[in-house]
């Protein structure tokens, strides 16, 4: 069974570009999670998804974060216009119960370094 | 405000010994506590989780140790071999309605076993 995929693996813009990452989570899977690891920081919540309605979105940094999930499958975050602070590992997480009961299942991220 | 605070940030240990990574937690209402594992290019993947209605779990050479009172828990890895080398995530979730429903990460731990 295909884990959580995540793509581009690593992307590298300039400020004020735009970049769009793509989550497809484990098949049968309502519950999907946008994650942001900030070189050295913790591993921080961005917002969570169950099918295509966004539970909580209380981790989105700004308005300039995007995320969609149209069927209730993939999912995609953009950044638009990206700054420099948007520098970090971006991770993707699925899961087929809720959050506190049942596992999440990570992709392995995808890298946005921001110039 | 860090919400749940882990340390060292580092760890050297021979193999055969007891690799002891520690995390402290605030909030008093976080009910789910699971420590993930993360190796090079790879997401997190969890490891094992404790719930506060215990004070130890084990799975294997991996021991949660909780300690209610002092909002603190630990993770315990006996004969460390050269294989755990990873970081490590502790994290916290509450179980309730509203707010912010993802894990709360720590800042992890990079954990190298010498062989």
């Known amino acids: 069974e295909a884990g959580v995929t995540q793509f581009p693996s690593h992307s590298v813009i300039e400020k004020g570009q735009t970049v769009t990452l793509r989550c497809d989570p484990i098949?049968?899977?309502?519950?999907l999670y946008w994650y942001r690891r900030v070189m050295g920081k913790e591993i921080k919540f961005l917002l969570h998804?169950?099918?295509?309605?966004?539970?909580?979105e209380s981790g989105m940094p700004n308005n300039r974060f995007l995320a969609e999930r149209t069927g209730g499958t993939y999912s995609t975050l953009k950044v638009q216009p990206a700054e420099l602070e948007d520098s970090g590992v971006y991770f993707c997480a699925s899961s087929l119960r809720s959050w506190n009961t049942g596992e999440l299942f990570f992709g392995e991220g995808s890298r946005l370094t921001v110039l | 405000q860090q919400q749940v605070k882990q340390s060292p940030q580092s760890l050297i240990v021979q193999k055969g010994g007891i690799s002891i990574i520690n995390c402290a937690y605030e909030n008093t209402a976080f009910d789910y506590f699971p420590w993930y594992q993360q190796f090079p290019g790879k997401g997190p993947a969890l490891l094992i989780a404790?719930?506060?209605?215990?004070s130890e779990k084990k799975e294997g050479r991996f021991t949660i140790s909780f300690n209610k009172s002092a909002k603190q828990f630990s993770l315990h890895i006996m004969d460390s071999q050269p294989g755990d080398s990873a970081t490590y995530f502790c994290?916290?979730?509450?179980?309730?309605?509203?707010?912010?429903?993802?894990?709360?990460f720590g800042k992890g731990t990079h954990l190298i076993i010498q062989p």
């Open positions: 098949s049968g899977h309502d519950n």
């Open positions: 404790i719930r506060p209605d215990v």
């Open positions: 994290a916290a979730s509450m179980s309730r309605g509203g707010g912010a429903d993802g894990l709360t």
């Open positions: 998804f169950v099918k295509e309605s966004k539970q909580d």
